[in-house]
């Protein structure tokens, strides 16, 4: 038999509402020490690190200061003194140009399959200071049949150099035309540009000489005139003596021009002429309109109008315009316009917009290629000529100068279309 005895509450404890821990005053002193000892260290701990941030933000500044004072007046400093050790050695550089000059060649090998056309364009607008070697070659018309035979014998004393290693040498031939008469137009290096707009009637190449500097060819070429008597004396032969290269980047060595008007050639005329600077001929003019978005970094180029000069009308050909920017020597992806029919004076009014890099607006350069197919059946295209506008070291586009000065809004110009 189980009995439950109930004491009585501390009346007092109850009252009062303290709560009293089962420990002794020595166990209570002891955590308060260790709590109080951990705040110190972790107060300690933020300090120093508050401390350590400022005392990093402050010292480097002064620390370059110093090593630049150092190296200011290193040379003032009495060396006399054997029992202090010399301050090491240091020579400041600025390596600003050279960073430039490796960034400008970083961006050209990096895109090697992009730059097959740029570099082809800058190949072709390059220029030679020196021209060797000379072509032999025959020319004969046929008054009655108005059949003209231009036959490439041979090319001599070419002379390479580390451009042109290894020579694969070809002659490539053009029939130029003169036919009307275009505006006065200013090219970039300040000179007038012809005002004849020519055209090209045909165009030939020769088989390519492998690792040889006194190529000999043989080939032979004819085409047939239109029935007009006074259109051989406005005939210029163009050949151009190039070097080979797989990425369609061909060099120009030199070139020959030979007006047929003022020859006679009614009978077989073997010449041979030494190779001259190559020159650039006006096709066309082309209206371009202009307008730079500083706010969305992007650039409107518009294709307005294109003259041209025709020899033969054509109901299948048609042409169409390739557009690019090259910014700090790398181009971006190009743009087409669309296929129209050729005429005199075709029409486009095109507008097409390019998104720029975080690059500085003189570092770009538009480039423009008109090309010529034909709507029925498959032939390759023909390109008919290039221009390009922008700021080079010499000198700077007029066009592109209206263009910055006019921001948002369109500018128009003529532009002259070379070959």
């Given at each position: 038999?189980?009995?439950?005895?109930?004491?009585?509450?501390?009346?007092?404890?109850?009252?009062t509402g303290?709560?009293?821990m089962?420990?002794?005053d020595?166990?209570?002193?002891?955590?308060?020490?260790?709590?109080?000892?951990?705040?110190?260290?972790?107060?300690?701990?933020?300090?120093?690190?508050?401390?350590?941030c400022?005392?990093?933000?402050?010292?480097?500044?002064?620390?370059?200061?110093?090593?630049?004072?150092?190296?200011?007046y290193?040379?003032?400093?009495?060396?006399?003194?054997?029992?202090?050790?010399?301050?090491?050695?240091?020579k400041?550089?600025?390596?600003?140009?050279?960073?430039?000059?490796?960034?400008?060649?970083?961006?050209?090998?990096?895109?090697?399959?992009?730059?097959?056309?740029?570099?082809?364009?800058?190949?072709?607008?390059?220029?030679?200071?020196?021209?060797?070697?000379?072509?032999?070659?025959?020319?004969?018309?046929?008054?009655?049949?108005?059949?003209?035979?231009?036959t490439?014998?041979?090319?001599e004393?070419?002379?390479?150099?580390?451009?042109?290693?290894?020579?694969?040498?070809?002659?490539?031939?053009?029939?130029?035309?003169a036919?009307?008469?275009?505006?006065?137009?200013?090219?970039?290096?300040?000179?007038?540009t012809?005002?004849?707009?020519?055209?090209?009637?045909?165009?030939?190449?020769?088989r390519?000489?492998?690792?040889?500097?006194?190529?000999?060819?043989?080939?032979?070429?004819?085409?047939?005139?239109?029935?007009?008597?006074?259109?051989?004396?406005?005939?210029?032969?163009?050949?151009?003596?190039?070097?080979?290269?797989?990425?369609?980047?061909?060099?120009?060595?030199?070139e020959?021009?030979?007006?047929?008007?003022?020859?006679?050639?009614?009978?077989?005329?073997?010449?041979?002429?030494?190779?001259?600077?190559?020159?650039?001929?006006?096709?066309?003019?082309?209206?371009?309109?202009?307008?730079?978005?500083?706010?969305?970094?992007r650039?409107?180029?518009?294709?307005?109008k294109?003259?041209?000069?025709?020899?033969?009308?054509?109901?299948?050909?048609?042409?169409?315009?390739?557009i690019?920017?090259?910014?700090?020597?790398s181009?971006?992806?190009?743009?087409?316009?669309?296929?129209?029919?050729?005429?005199?004076?075709?029409?486009?009014?095109?507008?097409?917009?390019?998104?720029?890099p975080?690059?500085?607006l003189?570092?770009?350069?538009?480039?423009?290629?008109?090309?010529?197919t034909?709507?029925?059946?498959?032939?390759?295209?023909?390109?008919?000529g290039?221009?390009?506008?922008?700021?080079?070291?010499?000198?700077?586009?007029?066009?592109?100068?209206?263009?910055?000065?006019?921001?948002?809004?369109?500018?128009?110009?003529?532009?002259?279309l070379?070959?």
């Open positions: 038999m189980l009995t439950f005895v109930e004491f009585p509450a501390d009346v007092e404890l109850l009252s303290e709560l009293r089962p420990f002794s020595a166990v209570k002193y002891c955590i308060l020490g260790i709590s109080i000892l951990l705040l110190l260290v972790a107060l300690a701990i933020l300090i120093w690190q508050i401390f350590r400022f005392s990093e933000t402050h010292t480097s500044y002064p620390h370059q200061d110093t090593v630049n004072t150092d190296l200011l290193s040379e003032e400093k009495p060396s006399g003194a054997e029992n202090y050790a010399s301050p090491p050695s240091t400041v550089v600025d390596v600003r140009d050279e960073a430039r000059r490796l960034t400008r060649c970083l961006s050209r090998a990096s895109f090697p399959s992009e730059q097959n056309y740029a570099e082809s364009d800058m190949r072709e607008h390059q220029t030679i200071n020196r021209v060797h070697g000379s072509l032999r070659f025959s020319v004969y018309y046929d008054q009655l049949q108005a059949f003209l035979v231009v490439v014998l041979q090319v004393g070419l002379v390479g150099s580390s451009q042109t290693s290894g020579l694969q040498p070809f002659v490539k031939i053009r029939l130029m035309w036919g009307s008469e275009g505006t006065e137009l200013e090219s970039q290096e300040g000179q007038a012809p005002s004849v707009l020519w055209t090209v009637l045909q165009e030939w190449r020769t390519v000489v492998k690792g040889s500097c006194n190529p000999l060819y043989g080939d032979q070429f004819s085409c047939i005139l239109q029935d007009n008597k006074d259109m051989i004396n406005h005939i210029t032969l163009r050949m151009e003596v190039r070097n080979f290269d797989k990425f369609s980047r061909h060099m120009v060595l030199g020959v021009r030979v007006p047929l008007g003022k020859m006679n050639i009614s009978f077989p005329l073997e010449l041979q002429e030494d190779l001259q600077i190559p020159q650039k001929d006006l096709v066309g003019e082309v209206l371009l309109t202009l307008k730079y978005l500083p706010t969305s970094q650039l409107e180029v518009g294709l307005l294109v003259r041209t000069a025709i020899a033969e009308p054509s109901s299948d050909a048609v042409m169409h315009a390739r690019s920017i090259q910014c700090n020597q181009k971006l992806r190009y743009q087409k316009t669309s296929a129209v029919h050729r005429c005199p004076v075709t029409v486009f009014n095109e507008v097409l917009m390019f998104s720029l975080d690059v500085p003189e570092q770009c350069k538009i480039l423009v290629s008109m090309y010529e034909q709507s029925t059946g498959r032939s390759n295209k023909c390109l008919l290039q221009l390009s506008v922008g700021k080079d070291r010499s000198s700077e586009d007029e066009h592109w100068t209206l263009m910055v000065r006019s921001v948002r809004q369109p500018v128009a110009k003529w532009h002259g070379l070959l």
